[in-house]
């Protein structure tokens, strides 16, 4: 999905009426698409369980305010890869649950070429029994404030590489 704008959701949006799970697997780009909130995808829905995205490529999507991806629920991201993102306010990953029921697996994913304004580059908004792990990812060339922004609980970081980044103050 290339060259969309929407207010929130540039490329897929999803309802609060919506129900179930999202899985895309192989080669889904996202690509080009401009949102306030969740520039290539936005899940309004706590009904929808689980986000599964396996080799889905995001590349120059902007936000103005919540990310690349913003989502209530279970995140699971394999083999993903994102470039060249700018996000004036916030993250690119942004999850907008906090009843404790959330499960966020990133596994080969790469972090390239990406400017946040204010926060983190992968993850805010975790909250006291998320749980983060499996985490191959590759950080370069980023300009963020924090890496992953944890308010409560824990996070398992697990085969991390940061090179040539920088850090917003």
């Known amino acids: 999905v290339d060259g969309n704008k929407g207010v ?11 129900s179930g799970k999202l899985k895309a697997e192989n080669n889904l780009l996202l690509s080009g698409n401009v949102a306030d ?4 995808i936005y899940i309004e829905s706590a009904n ?3 986000l599964d995205l396996q080799k889905t ?7 103005k305010k919540h990310g690349v991806v913003y989502w209530s629920g279970n995140l699971k991201l394999e083999g993903a890869s994102f470039t060249d993102h700018d996000i004036n306010c916030k993250d690119l990953l942004y999850n907008d649950r906090d009843d404790g029921s959330d ?21 805010r908004n975790v ?3 998320s ?11 980023n300009t ?20 040539n980044n920088r850090f917003n103050n």
């Open 8 to 18: 929130n959701g540039g490329a897929i949006y999803i309802d609060g009426s919506s």
């Open 37 to 40: 909130k969740g520039a290539a």
């Open 48 to 50: 929808v369980s689980t």
């Open 57 to 63: 490529i995001f590349e120059t999507n902007r936000a």
């Open 103 to 123: 499960s966020i697996i990133l596994s080969n994913v790469i972090f390239k070429n990406n400017t946040t304004g204010n926060d983190c580059i992968i993850l």
């Open 127 to 129: 909250n006291s029994t």
């Open 131 to 141: 749980k983060i792990s499996s985490i191959s990812s590759v950080s370069k060339n």
């Open 144 to 163: 963020f404030n924090y890496f992953v922004d944890i308010q409560r609980g824990s996070i398992e970081l697990k085969d991390i590489v940061l090179t």
